[in-house]
């Protein structure tokens, strides 16, 4: 089975901290995501990575920035946590070709900036 | 660009009833079509997918869906709903060519004993 792991389920942080969220696939997949789920907003992209040390933007890079030094290895940054960056983040992964379809979850992280 | 509307946020039917969740979306191209499933505080999981073939297509837990080309939908449908069918269900498309997904909203499914 597929398993992608996330650092944490629940995160508490004050404004302007610097926050890292780590996810952690063991299917040797080339692509990574990260997303964040509102309620009424669905699933919106935020970085995805389809190798090391590569990244691209997806719809709402705005106050993140990731990392990828490791293909299993995909890590949110923010850089000065914001109220409005309160929010669950799901990281995912994929392979390439035919194995490119199926994105596999992590369980998400839930973040509160206070 | 690509998108995706889910024009429900919820859905209610009784148990023992078929159940429907709509879904259109718009893609340049051939599009390739997901629903999941995600259940309270877990991660989202993979239901059924189109790429092509056969309009109709099944996947997990007895759901199907059905490609509509001309109508550009893509409804999940079961015939007889559980109630342990309660969950959130995301509809998502993607271009051919590209690897990344725009999702829907999402409907909440609720099924009554």
Redesign the interface.
């Known amino acids: 089975d597929v398993k992608v792991t996330q650092s944490s389920r629940y995160l508490v942080k004050r404004t302007g901290e610097k926050v890292f969220l780590e996810c952690v696939q063991d299917m040797d997949h080339e692509n990574m995501f990260w997303y964040r789920q509102d309620p009424g907003l669905g699933l919106r992209l935020i970085y995805f990575s389809y190798d090391v040390k590569m990244k691209e933007k997806g719809d709402i890079p705005e106050g993140y920035s990731v990392s990828r030094e490791k293909k299993e290895r995909f890590s949110l940054i923010l850089e000065s946590a914001s109220t409005n960056q309160t929010s669950m983040y799901l990281c995912a992964s994929s392979g390439t070709g035919l194995r490119s379809y199926e994105q596999y979850f992590g369980p998400g992280t839930r973040l509160t900036v206070t | 660009a690509q998108s995706v509307a ?1 024009p429900e ?1 919820q859905v209610n039917v009784a148990e023992g009833n078929p159940l429907t969740v709509k879904c259109t979306y718009s893609v340049s191209g051939n599009p ?1 079509l ?1 629903w ?1 499933v995600q259940y309270p ?6 239901l059924l ?1 189109y ?1 092509t073939g056969d309009n109709l297509v099944k996947g997990s837990y007895g759901f199907e869906a059905e490609f509509n080309k001309s109508q550009t939908s893509f409804h999940l449908k079961k015939p007889s709903a559980l109630v342990s069918d309660s969950a959130l269900y ?1 509809c998502a498309v993607r271009a051919s060519g590209y ?8 409907t909440m499914l609720l099924v009554s004993p």
């Open positions: 889910q946020d390739y997901f999941y505080n877990r991660g989202l999981q993979f997918k790429i995301f690897s990344t997904l725009t999702f829907g909203k999402g």
